[in-house]
C-alpha cells in the first residue's frame, strides 16, 4: 500500500465529514448520455453545492477565510508534502472515489503559467490518479490559492476518447515536449481584460511511460442557464471534470431534467 492510500484509509478513519461525504458517494446517482457521438456522465452529489455555488467575487473572497491555508483547515486533515512546494490532501467534498486537493504551501492565486512542471511530477508521482487544473474563474471555488486537484483514473470519458469535443490533447513521453507544446497554447489563447491568464481548464494523468495533457480553452465562467430564473435554471458551474464528460448536479431537480441537449449547448456556450 502506498503513502496516499495510506493517508486516505487514515483520513477515513478519523474524519468524519470526509468519512460521511465518501459513504454517500457510493450513493449518488449517475446517467449516461450520447453527447453527439461522446459519451458524457452525469453525477447527483449534493455535498458539491459547496463548490458549485461558491461566491467567487472579490468582495466574497476577501470577507471569507482561505479554507486551503493551513491555518483554516479541519483540524482533523492532514497531509503529505509535495516537491517542497505543495501538499496533498484528502478532499472532503468528493466526486471520485479516491479525491485529493494538492495546494500550494503559500497562499498566492491560481495561475498555472509556471507550474506545468509541477503538474506532471504530481501526475507522475500520482499515477493511479488524473490531475487537474481549474482557472481561476474556470471553476475554481478557491481562485486567491493557487491548487490542482487529482480523482481516480478511469472516471472521466475524455481519458479514453481521443476526439473529446472542446479539447487540445497533449502526449508525448519527454516532459519537456509537454511544457514546450503547453506553453505554445497558452501564449496563442487570448486573456480576458482585468485578468491575468487565459480561461482555461486542464487535465493530465501518466501511463505507460507517456504524459497525456487536455487543455480546453473557455470563453465564459458560467452559462446562461446558472443565472436564469424558473424552469429555465440549472445550477451547473462547470469545471475540468465536467469538460472531461462528468457534469455535476447538486441539485436532484437539474440531475432530473438535464437532456443530452443541454450538455451541448453548455459546452457550446462557455
Known sequence: ?????????????????????????????????????HTCKVQFNPARIVSSAAKVDAQSIRERACFLCAANRPAEQRGIPFNGRYE????????????LTVPAVEHTPQRCADRIEDMLDLAKLLDEYVIFYNGPKCGASAPDHFHFQAGSKGFLPVESD?????????????????????????????????????????????????????????????????????????????????????????????????????????????
Open 162 to 270: 481521443r476526439t473529446f469535443p472542446n479539447t487540445i490533447r497533449i502526449e508525448s513521453e519527454y516532459a519537456q515536449e509537454v511544457v514546450a507544446q503547453f506553453r505554445q497554447i497558452y501564449r496563442s489563447l487570448p486573456v480576458p481584460a482585468g485578468e491575468a491568464e487565459p480561461m482555461l481548464n486542464i487535465l493530465a494523468w501518466f501511463e505507460r511511460g507517456k504524459w497525456t495533457v487536455c487543455v480546453f480553452p473557455r470563453k465564459k465562467h458560467r452559462p446562461a442557464c446558472y443565472f436564469a430564473e424558473g424552469e429555465a435554471n440549472l445550477l451547473i458551474s462547470p469545471a475540468s471534470v465536467d469538460m472531461g464528460g462528468v457534469f455535476i448536479t447538486p441539485l436532484e431537480k437539474d440531475f432530473q431534467k438535464i437532456t443530452a441537449a443541454d450538455i451541448a449547448a453548455i459546452w457550446k456556450e462557455i
Open 88 to 99: 496533498i490532501l484528502v478532499n472532503p467534498y468528493p466526486i471520485f472515489p479516491r479525491h
Open 1 to 37: 500500500m502506498n503513502e496516499f492510500q495510506q493517508l486516505f484509509d487514515r483520513q477515513l478513519a478519523t474524519w468524519e465529514l470526509a468519512r460521511s461525504n465518501y459513504a454517500a458517494l457510493a450513493q449518488v446517482k449517475m446517467k449516461t448520455f450520447d453527447v453527439d457521438g
